[in-house]
């Protein structure tokens, strides 16, 4: 049974430090996996898709890697700005079924 | 282009009512898919849509639970009898799987709150 953790639960920095946020996954064999975004009392932004074929994907400040034989995902944000402050989601997608399984998030927050 | 949209965005019941979610997913997006979060926990599949095939109600908690799609397009999530342990955000995703791209795009979500 896919499972999907994420590292840490909550995270705090200053503004424009780069920071890490890490996803780990059970079952390396995925379709593909997602990272979203969440506001508050708002719905799922998408930010990045990878491909189970791929190893990285870019857009803006925002880079996730993708390592399926260890299991694990990371996004990368650099140069953080307050309103980068939300819940980050990493969700994958098995590789027989369609639907995401999720981790529980982490919740970012950037102090100006 | 327009959006997910989900309706009502909130929605307040009490224990035992019956309540309808109503989702339009983005025009020409094949499948579509159901998922609740729960206060505290994680985003949880219910129930997924795609073109003419049977549903994948496999993430359905109970019977009271139920959901269906007319014309390949809105979908509609019927809770039965509900009870506190329903409250939660319901989110409604669709993707257009037919060109491959698997990416699931998000609606607002619908608060329910059963008292």
């Known amino acids: 049974k896919q499972e999907v953790t994420q590292i840490p639960a909550a995270l705090s920095v200053p503004e424009g430090e780069n920071l890490v946020l890490n996803c780990s996954f059970t079952?390396?064999?995925?379709?593909?996996l997602q990272w979203f975004r969440q506001d508050p009392g708002k719905g799922l932004t998408s930010l990045l898709l990878i491909q189970s074929s791929q190893r990285e994907q870019t857009s803006g400040r925002l880079n996730a890697s993708l390592d399926k034989s260890s299991g694990r995902s990371t996004l990368y944000i650099a140069a953080s700005q307050p309103g980068d402050s939300a819940t980050y989601l990493c969700a994958v997608r098995g590789g027989n079924n369609r639907k995401l399984i999720w981790g529980l998030g982490t919740s970012l927050a950037v102090n100006p | 282009g327009a959006g997910v949209s989900q309706s009502p965005s909130n929605k307040v019941t009490e224990k035992g009512k019956d309540v309808e979610l109503r989702c339009d997913p983005i025009?020409?997006?094949?499948?579509l898919y159901w998922y609740r979060q729960s206060l505290g926990q994680g985003l949880e599949f219910l129930i997924y849509?795609?073109?003419?095939?049977?549903?994948?109600k496999s993430g359905l908690p109970s019977d009271r639970f139920s959901a269906e799609r007319t014309g390949g397009s809105v979908s509609t999530l019927t809770i039965q009898r509900t009870q506190q342990e329903d409250s939660a955000v319901y989110l409604c995703?669709?993707?257009?799987?037919?060109?491959?791209?698997?990416?699931?795009?998000f609606g607002p979500g619908t608060r329910l709150t059963v008292t």
């Open positions: 849509f795609q073109g003419n095939s049977a549903p994948d």
């Open positions: 995703a669709s993707s257009d799987r037919d060109r491959g791209n698997h990416e699931q795009y």
């Open positions: 079952d390396s064999a995925i379709y593909n």
């Open positions: 025009s020409g997006h094949t499948a």
